[in-house]
């Protein structure tokens, strides 16, 4: 399955065709999720996929399915969920389909370890684009050093295209910083940039299997260059 190519072509949608998808396809995501390596393995992270009776929130898409989020709490709980659900919107888009990230969407019955939402579906009208049509920053707004596998986390999803990262190229390795706030009103309307970063991870993970590198993630407890001002670490690609 080529995750790779979506990075690059991948655009987020609201205009679903409303029918289902076969449950082949539902079972088959499933599968694929329980074989994705996750960021790490003590970070306990579930979902459900449900149909749009099964959820609440303002102004939601009408996408035939709702992928919801749960965790226990963990500090990297979100960066987790970030990086493993990335990989199935990835191979979504590799199917034909698209997706929405969703931070409004809830489900109906309430749930302590509840964090997002993804609708998914067919896509009414295409949901592609060429790079060159992504609004992202540059990467030296992102990073100061050169490791190939940046441009495609540098073209991440993130919720208000807040893109609240910064990576710092030390040798082999990539130290990931993130920003716990956007700021101004978009804090008050945003505050799952955690989860973002994790996002950002999933691309250069992809990136780095598509290279023949191998996705080693720690966090490390000394010898980490400082955060830039406003950001705060995360955790080290090795």
């Excluded at 995501?29 to 099964?54: C, N, Q, T």
């Excluded at 399915?65 to 990335?86: E, V, W």
């Excluded at 997706?99 to 019955?109: C, F």
């Excluded at 190939?148 to 999803?157: C, G, H, K, Q, V």
């Amino acid at each position: 399955m080529d995750l790779y190519s979506p990075i690059f072509t991948r655009a987020s949608t609201r205009k679903f065709d409303p029918s289902p998808l076969p449950e082949d396809i539902l079972s088959k995501l499933g599968d694929f999720l329980a074989e994705v390596k996750p960021l790490l393995p003590d970070v306990e992270l579930k979902h459900e996929i449900v149909s749009g009776r099964d959820v609440k929130g303002m102004a939601l898409p009408k996408a035939p399915h709702f992928l919801l989020i749960s965790g226990k709490k963990h500090p990297l709980r979100n960066t987790a969920a970030g990086y493993l659900y990335q990989h199935a919107e990835l191979w979504l888009y590799a199917q034909g389909y698209a997706t929405r990230w969703l931070a409004g969407v809830k489900p109906k019955e309430p749930d302590p370890d509840y964090i997002i939402g993804i609708a998914f579906g067919k896509p009414a009208e295409p949901a592609v684009r060429k790079t060159e049509e992504f609004k992202r920053k540059a990467m030296s707004e992102i990073t100061g050093g050169r490791d190939s596998r940046l441009e495609a986390a540098r073209l991440a999803p993130s919720g208000m295209n807040g893109q609240p990262w910064y990576f710092i190229v030390d040798g082999g390795k990539i130290h990931t910083y993130y920003k716990p706030n956007l700021g101004g009103l978009l804090s008050r309307m945003y505050n799952l940039t955690d989860l973002d970063v994790g996002i950002a991870l999933c691309h250069l993970a992809v990136a780095g299997e598509h290279e023949g590198r191998t996705f080693e993630f720690a966090v490390m407890e000394e010898s980490v260059p400082a955060p830039p001002a406003g950001f705060s670490y995360v955790g080290t690609v090795k």
